[in-house]
């Protein structure tokens, strides 16, 4: 049978398997990596952690859709001081790199909890530009210019590998994606949830707290592939993690296909915490149908009609 090489790259970070474990559904990455085969990961991103500790929504928060979920959780975190405290004595132990995920209200913000993120021990730190879920409204990634703000100020605070983490519902992706990149990523997370809302016909009531969430699952896949594929091919020089509905190794596929070089999975681990041995024996399994040996030659290479 023939050897597939799993291995990737974002820029010169270097990556065993394309396979991350998204921010906030492997919770500190260290207590799942008790259960789960972490060593089938590329990297695992921890929950996003703020300045100081948000208490997050009320319940209900997530609830199931016929396709997918929705979840309204508000980024509930101990603050990043809490949060270094935890993860730092951890991280060196845990059997996959950890990577941190930053959240805050202005760019000041994110560069000081990134810059614990960094001091912590974590490989790269993701900025969330796209969490529905906050009080103040509009995301940092529906503006170029708010979003070029905190990457710069990110970027300027710690000398690891920052990935800006977009939402699907930003107007313009491509030209965020670009003020992004321009502002010193080095890699973008395409995507977050997007923006969903459910509710229940017999109490006429929104089935999460604060109405609105964020919609994640199967049903996303489309909606990020469109992102990866899009950005891709006008900027073809920034690395792209795919992020959205994966569930198998096809999906991976898709992703990487697409313009993706890595790809992110969240909500499947909800219901299947060790799903990384299946989706990654799914992977092989689709590059050797492919006749593919490396990660890097499928990367980009849809074609056009
Ligand atoms: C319960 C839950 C909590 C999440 N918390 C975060 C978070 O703290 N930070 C973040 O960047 N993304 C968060 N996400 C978004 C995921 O990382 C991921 O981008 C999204 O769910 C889409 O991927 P999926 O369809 O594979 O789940 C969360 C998603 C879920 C379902």
């Given at each position: 049978?023939?050897?597939?090489?799993?291995?990737?790259?974002?820029?010169?970070?270097?990556?065993?398997?394309?396979?991350?474990?998204?921010?906030?559904?492997?919770?500190?990455?260290?207590?799942?990596?008790?259960?789960?085969?972490?060593?089938?990961?590329?990297?695992a991103?921890?929950?996003s952690?703020?300045?100081?500790?948000?208490?997050?929504?009320?319940?209900?928060?997530?609830?199931?859709?016929?396709?997918?979920?929705?979840?309204?959780?508000?980024?509930?975190?101990?603050?990043i001081?809490?949060?270094?405290?935890?993860?730092?004595?951890?991280?060196?132990?845990?059997?996959?790199?950890?990577w941190?995920?930053?959240?805050?209200?202005?760019?000041?913000?994110f560069?000081?909890?990134a810059?614990?993120?960094d001091?912590?021990?974590?490989?790269?730190?993701?900025?969330?530009?796209?969490?529905?879920?906050?009080?103040?409204?509009?995301?940092?990634?529906?503006?170029?210019?708010?979003?070029?703000?905190?990457?710069?100020?990110?970027?300027?605070?710690v000398?690891l590998?920052?990935?800006?983490?977009?939402?699907?519902?930003?107007?313009?992706?491509?030209?965020?994606?670009?003020?992004?990149?321009?502002?010193?990523?080095?890699?973008?997370?395409?995507?977050?949830?997007?923006?969903?809302?459910g509710?229940?016909?017999?109490?006429r009531?929104?089935?999460?707290?604060g109405?609105?969430?964020?919609?994640?699952?199967?049903?996303?896949?489309p909606?990020?592939?469109?992102?990866?594929?899009?950005v891709?091919?006008?900027?073809?020089?920034?690395?792209?993690?795919?992020?959205?509905?994966?569930?198998?190794?096809?999906?991976?596929?898709?992703?990487?296909?697409?313009?993706?070089?890595?790809?992110?999975?969240?909500?499947?681990?909800?219901?299947?915490?060790?799903?990384?041995?299946?989706?990654?024996?799914?992977l092989?399994?689709?590059?050797?149908?492919?006749?593919?040996?490396?990660?890097?030659?499928?990367?980009?290479?849809?074609?056009?009609?």
């Amino acid at each position: 049978m023939a050897h597939v090489s799993l291995s990737t790259s974002l820029g010169d970070l270097g990556l065993r398997t394309p396979l991350i474990a998204a921010s906030g559904t492997v919770g500190g990455v260290w207590e799942w990596a008790e259960i789960a085969d972490v060593s089938r990961y590329g990297a695992a991103v921890a929950k996003s952690a703020s300045p100081t500790p948000w208490a997050g929504r009320p319940a209900p928060r997530v609830a199931p859709t016929e396709v997918g979920m929705l979840n309204g959780i508000g980024i509930q975190n101990p603050g990043i001081e809490k949060w270094t405290g935890v993860m730092e004595p951890r991280i060196s132990g845990t059997a996959v790199p950890i990577w941190g995920s930053a959240v805050a209200g202005d760019a000041d913000g994110f560069a000081l909890v990134a810059k614990d993120l960094d001091s912590a021990g974590v490989t790269a730190v993701e900025v969330n530009l796209s969490c529905p879920n906050l009080e103040d409204g509009e995301m940092f990634s529906f503006s170029a210019s708010r979003s070029r703000q905190v990457i710069e100020s990110v970027s300027a605070a710690v000398g690891l590998p920052v990935g800006a983490k977009l939402s699907p519902n930003t107007p313009d992706i491509v030209g965020v994606a670009a003020a992004c990149a321009e502002a010193g990523a080095d890699f973008l997370v395409l995507t977050n949830t997007a923006l969903g809302f459910g509710l229940s016909i017999r109490d006429r009531m929104p089935l999460l707290s604060g109405g609105v969430g964020g919609y994640s699952g199967p049903g996303l896949k489309p909606i990020s592939l469109r992102c990866v594929y899009e950005v891709s091919r006008a900027l073809p020089g920034i690395p792209i993690v795919g992020c959205g509905g994966v569930v198998h190794g096809r999906d991976v596929v898709e992703y990487l296909v697409a313009g993706a070089s890595a790809v992110e999975a969240g909500t499947i681990h909800l219901a299947e915490p060790r799903a990384g041995s299946r989706i990654i024996r799914e992977l092989e399994r689709e590059m050797r149908r492919l006749g593919a040996e490396t990660v890097h030659e499928i990367v980009g290479t849809v074609g056009e009609w």
